[in-house]
């Protein structure tokens, strides 16, 4: 470790230390969700599972609840449930990260743990330099920066970044987000044999490809993943207007369903699906286990106008990671679950067979199962606490989910269709709302902050349903 790495990793921990207090009384921490020590959270890295334990790594800035250079946040646990803060990961103290180690991914190969991540360097008259850089690890706590082993290629600007890394047929490969020299976003592959000398295949995906047209000026966080023989792409696309329910966050996150031919880099695929339909999902990134699940977390947060008016940002901290989902395709669409693990937090169940709920009290963190008798006939409704509402309507075969905006104090909604509702399953933190509809067909992700004393959850409307809750921690 260079004297410059162990001065940054000092700073941040003392900042950790000053605010250690204040974070901890904050009525909006959180229960069973991952959150900064303090400062800023944002994009979830290097998902794995490493000799037996799941790592989850995460962009953090320590000093400021606001966007800088970022580190590497770590934390372990041998079950998803129980988390072990482990030593700052990276720390951006060599030239080729001045301004930040960004987000990346983690592999293992003989027997240890490589961390791949994008340095961002940016001058003093603004412009930007990118680097994808390697850290190596024995144990998967301390890591040996190898310094950047691929540079930015002819075609794009100093946008590239996020490098997802996988292997397929005894080869290694990574894809990149970035953005043309067109300013249109694309997702770029390449290919090693020694994860140290990579060669490039191509833009697979992007603005203007396979019949997208324009589609968005940058495209963050790529992550290609197989599901049913299926070639999967995430991404997060910056740029895409409105359209009607559709793409109403001021960034996106979602999927392609398509085929991948490996020797020509040619990728076909469908039309891009969201991942969430909430206010606060982006940057997701997944991981298989050593059983074979394929998982998910995203940052429980975006980049908008109105992240510098969260509360949280009052005691010094901002933001937090979803709970793991388990992702499955079927008939070529995503459905998310809750990482089976998560029942190990319930307790205290609660029952209601069917018929009308006016209300629950005392409910913060818990996980609530709805089953609805079908058809649904009419409307829907769960108020959170007085600060959030669910609301579906089988006239217009539509749910929605409502909030104050935090800047402007007014009520703005996130909406999309259904054929039918038959179940939820809400996962309520003291700031957080993850609401799994019809199995996980559809997503609300969003955080709110309810008043502390309001502990009502309230159910209105014409539907019957049977309900189960469980308390999840404090």
């Known amino acids: 470790m260079t004297e410059r790495e162990s001065l940054l990793k000092e700073q941040a921990y003392k900042e950790?230390?000053?605010?250690?207090?204040?974070?901890?009384?904050?009525?909006?921490?959180?229960?069973?969700?991952?959150?900064?020590?303090?400062?800023?959270?944002?994009?979830?890295?290097?998902?794995?599972?490493?000799?037996?334990?799941?790592?989850?790594?995460?962009?953090?800035?320590?000093?400021?609840?606001?966007?800088?250079?970022?580190?590497?946040?770590?934390?372990?646990?041998?079950?998803?449930?129980?988390?072990?803060?482990?030593?700052?990961?990276?720390?951006?103290?060599?030239?080729?990260?001045?301004?930040?180690?960004?987000?990346?991914?983690?592999?293992?190969?003989?027997?240890?743990?490589?961390?791949?991540?994008?340095?961002?360097?940016?001058?003093?008259?603004?412009?930007?330099?990118?680097?994808?850089?390697?850290?190596?690890?024995?144990?998967?706590?301390?890591?040996?920066?190898?310094?950047?082993?691929?540079?930015?290629?002819?075609?794009?600007?100093?946008?590239?970044?996020d490098p997802k890394v996988w292997k397929k047929n005894d080869r290694w490969y990574m894809i990149i987000g970035a953005q043309t020299?067109?300013?249109?976003?694309?997702?770029?592959?390449?290919?090693?044999?020694?994860?140290?000398?990579?060669?490039?295949?191509?833009?697979?995906?992007?603005s203007r490809k396979n019949g997208l047209g324009d589609f968005g000026y940058m495209w963050e966080c790529p992550d290609l993943i197989q599901l049913q023989s299926k070639e999967v792409l995430l991404v997060s696309p910056?740029?895409?207007?409105?359209?009607?329910?559709?793409?109403?966050?001021?960034?996106?996150?979602?999927?392609?369903?398509?085929?991948?031919?490996?020797?020509t880099a040619q990728y076909q695929h469908g039309d891009f699906v969201e991942l969430d339909r909430g206010f606060d999902f982006y940057a997701p990134q997944t991981f298989r286990d050593e059983s074979g699940r394929t998982i998910l977390y995203a940052w429980m947060g975006i980049t908008d106008e109105s992240e510098p008016y969260q509360p949280t940002i009052a005691n010094h901290w901002v933001h937090a990671l979803t709970i793991p989902?388990?992702?499955?395709?079927?008939?070529?669409?995503?459905?998310?679950?809750?990482?089976?693990?998560?029942?190990?937090?319930?307790?205290?169940?609660v029952f209601f067979d069917?018929?009308?709920?006016?209300?629950?009290?005392?409910?913060?963190?818990?996980?609530?199962?709805?089953?609805?008798?079908?058809?649904?006939?009419?409307?829907?409704?769960?108020?959170?606490?007085?600060?959030?509402?669910?609301?579906?309507?089988?006239?217009?075969?539509?749910?929605?989910l409502q909030r104050r905006n935090m800047k402007t104090g007014l009520s703005e909604k996130r909406v999309c269709m259904l054929d039918k509702l038959s179940k939820l399953q809400i996962f309520m933190d003291h700031s957080s709302l993850e609401i799994f509809v019809n199995g996980g067909q559809e997503m609300f992700t969003a955080r709110y902050f309810p008043q502390p004393e309001d502990q009502t959850i309230s159910f209105n409307g014409t539907a019957s349903f049977r309900l189960k809750k469980w308390s999840l921690g404090g």
């Open 16 to 161: 950790v230390k000053k605010y250690e207090k204040l974070i901890q009384q904050d009525p909006y921490r959180l229960s069973y969700h991952l959150m900064p020590l303090v400062g800023l959270l944002n994009d979830p890295n290097g998902l794995i599972q490493f000799k037996g334990a799941y790592h989850v790594f995460y962009q953090w800035n320590p000093f400021d609840t606001a966007h800088g250079a970022k580190f590497w946040g770590h934390y372990s646990s041998v079950d998803m449930v129980n988390w072990k803060e482990e030593p700052i990961a990276l720390a951006p103290s060599e030239w080729y990260e001045k301004n930040g180690c960004y987000s990346g991914s983690a592999i293992e190969s003989d027997g240890k743990l490589y961390l791949f991540y994008t340095g961002n360097v940016k001058s003093d008259d603004g412009a930007r330099e990118t680097y994808q850089c390697l850290a190596v690890s024995t144990d998967g706590v301390h890591f040996e920066k190898k310094g950047p082993v691929l540079k930015l290629p002819d075609g794009y600007t100093a946008h590239f970044r």
């Open 181 to 206: 020299l067109e300013e249109e976003g694309a997702a770029v592959l390449f290919v090693s044999d020694d994860l140290y000398q990579w060669e490039e295949l191509g833009p697979i995906a992007g």
């Open 238 to 263: 910056q740029g895409l207007e409105p359209n009607g329910y559709l793409y109403n966050n001021l960034f996106q996150s979602g999927y392609f369903v398509g085929t991948l031919d490996y020797e």
């Open 325 to 349: 989902r388990e992702l499955e395709l079927r008939d070529g669409q995503i459905f998310q679950k809750p990482a089976a693990e998560l029942k190990n937090l319930r307790k205290d169940e």
């Open 354 to 400: 069917y018929g009308k709920h006016d209300s629950l009290d005392g409910v913060c963190a818990a996980e609530m199962e709805l089953d609805f008798a079908e058809p649904v006939d009419g409307t829907f409704e769960i108020n959170f606490r007085g600060e959030a509402v669910l609301s579906y309507d089988s006239s217009k075969l539509e749910i929605s």
